[in-house]
């Protein structure tokens, strides 16, 4: 019998700024190493301005299965919203 994989959700936004990418590369291979599965939930801007495309913009975080989901690691700082960041965990 199997033993189930791990699974990590990281969520974050603006994945594709170099130290992010760097950040990312390097935990998914930390993971990868332990057996553990990520999954990235990532909005291409932050949350700094409360504008309308903010909905938009989080929505993909809804996206999240936590049942599926072991671990959920949170970058506030990327997000730059504390009340979208707050909704996560």
Do not use: H
Request: hydrophobic share 40%; charged share 30%.
């Amino acid at each position: 019998m199997s033993e189930k994989r791990k699974v990590l959700g990281i969520c974050l936004a603006k994945l594709q700024d170099r130290i992010r990418t760097e950040y990312l590369n390097a935990i998914n291979k930390a993971a990868a190493i332990e057996g553990w599965k990520i999954v990235v939930y990532n909005s291409f801007r932050d949350f700094r301005k409360n504008d309308l495309s903010l909905k938009g913009s989080k929505s993909i975080y809804k996206s999240i299965n936590y049942e599926e989901v072991d671990v959920i690691a949170v970058f506030p700082e990327s997000i730059n919203n504390s009340k979208v960041s707050d909704s996560l965990i």
